[in-house]
């Protein structure tokens, strides 16, 4: 046996070394997932927010101060 050999340890050690790489990718993976997805509910929910102050201030010009909460029916 290389000195290099005896340091890295028997097989066993270098395959849970790997096992515990490959968890720890695994982890970092799911966790930048949960972060985008996070992000994508948080801009679509900004998105609906907005969209719904400019339907609600379309539908008080058009029925006249009168506020819709359906906004595909007309008030008249």
Excluded: H
């Amino acid at each position: 046996m290389t000195g290099e050999e005896r340091a890295a340890g028997p097989a066993g050690t270098k395959v849970l070394r790997f096992l515990y790489f490959v968890g720890a990718g695994f982890i970092c993976t799911a966790a930048i997932n949960k972060w985008r997805e996070l992000e994508r509910k948080s801009l679509q929910k900004k998105q609906q927010e907005s969209d719904l102050l400019t339907d609600d201030n379309s539908a008080t010009a058009v029925t006249g101060g009168r506020k819709s909460y359906f906004p595909n029916v007309l008030i008249s």
